[in-house]
């Protein structure tokens, strides 16, 4: 399956198609009667006055849900493909994100994370492009809009604001007006939020809003081990993933190189910002898809031994359907 998609062959999408059914239809059969989706935060929710957590009925959720997946992948595939980020068209990203997206049942359904993926994948087109840029300041304006935007859909979003300064960091040189105009950015539309508030004669609640970025981190988080055997080979790819990087760094273009290094900031911000929700859900763990895609894509794109890159690929695949439809 692998050598298949190594190749960038239209035809890839309709296996791709095919391979997003697949990692679902157990779930299909077993779909619950109801479930919850809500698109915004409370604090922003009143922004749209509609009674929209009914609004899907538990089929339509998860078809809604595998439709973005799958544009997601295409779009992401073609962002990877633009910059030669692997070195060679393939079809490998749009696979991994494929797969990435099914590796746990919360990561099947609507969910605020995986709209908000739409805005990372975006995000990640506009950092690649500091590199290229002779100023920045428009696009580093448009990118605290998005991070802005985002954190109303999914308040640990947030951090995603730490990423476009250390893309800054990595890409270009100081400049404080292209610092100064993401954060006026950002600022923008929580103004307009704020002036809502004003106007509804709540603004003494908008502060509240912030609160949970005083929340400290958990000394202790509870895990289910034996819903989380699937990340043994995950762990395994990515590991090979960046010995692999380790191997070629120094051989990359220099904007490859600074890539990676944002590719691994967002991947680890995605991975960490989990403990502003209280009570969050394995849902949130979806923001770290992109990053991990590609990472992925580009260890069995290089990957010569093609009995162990295969088989290690199918054992992922097993253990996401297996472990993801099994409750011990």
Excluded at 49 to 69: D, H
Excluded at 89 to 103: D, K, N, R, V
């Amino acid at each position: 399956m692998i050598k298949f998609f190594r190749v960038l062959n239209p035809v890839n999408i309709v296996w791709l198609g095919v391979f997003l059914f697949v990692l679902r239809i157990n779930y299909i059969v077993n779909l619950p009667a109801h479930i919850e989706f809500t698109f915004l935060e409370p604090f922003a929710h009143s922004l749209i006055p509609l009674s929209y957590e009914n609004f899907f009925s538990s089929i339509n959720n998860l078809l809604v849900a595998a439709v973005l997946v799958f544009i997601q992948a295409l779009w992401l595939n073609q962002i990877v493909n633009k910059y030669n980020l692997l070195g060679k068209p393939t079809f490998l990203p749009a696979l991994m994100y494929i797969t990435a997206s099914g590796m746990f049942v919360p990561f099947l359904i609507l969910s605020p994370p995986l709209i908000c993926n739409f805005l990372i994948i975006l995000m990640v087109d506009k950092l690649f492009n500091f590199y290229k840029n002779e100023s920045a300041k428009t696009t580093a304006y448009d990118l605290g809009m998005i991070v802005g935007v985002g954190t109303m859909i999914y308040f640990p979003f947030i951090y995603m604001f730490l990423a476009v300064w250390i893309a800054l960091i990595i890409f270009r040189p100081f400049n404080w007006r292209e610092w100064a105009s993401v954060l006026v950015g950002f600022v923008t539309i929580f103004f307009f939020l704020a002036v809502y508030y004003y106007l509804t004669d709540r603004i003494r609640q908008f502060y509240t809003i912030w609160l949970p970025l005083g929340r400290s981190f958990p000394s202790k988080i509870h895990i289910d081990y034996y819903n989380y055997i699937v990340l043994i080979p995950v762990i395994i790819i990515l590991s090979l993933a960046f010995l692999s990087l380790r191997e070629k760094y120094y051989k990359s273009f220099i904007q490859t190189r600074k890539s990676f290094q944002l590719l691994f900031i967002i991947f680890i911000i995605g991975l960490l910002s989990f403990y502003i929700k209280a009570n969050f859900r394995l849902s949130h763990f979806i923001l770290c898809a992109v990053p991990a895609s590609i990472f992925f894509a580009y260890y069995f794109l290089y990957a010569t031994r093609r009995w162990f890159y295969e088989t290690l690929y199918i054992l992922l695949v097993i253990s996401i359907i297996y472990f993801q439809f099994n409750k011990f």
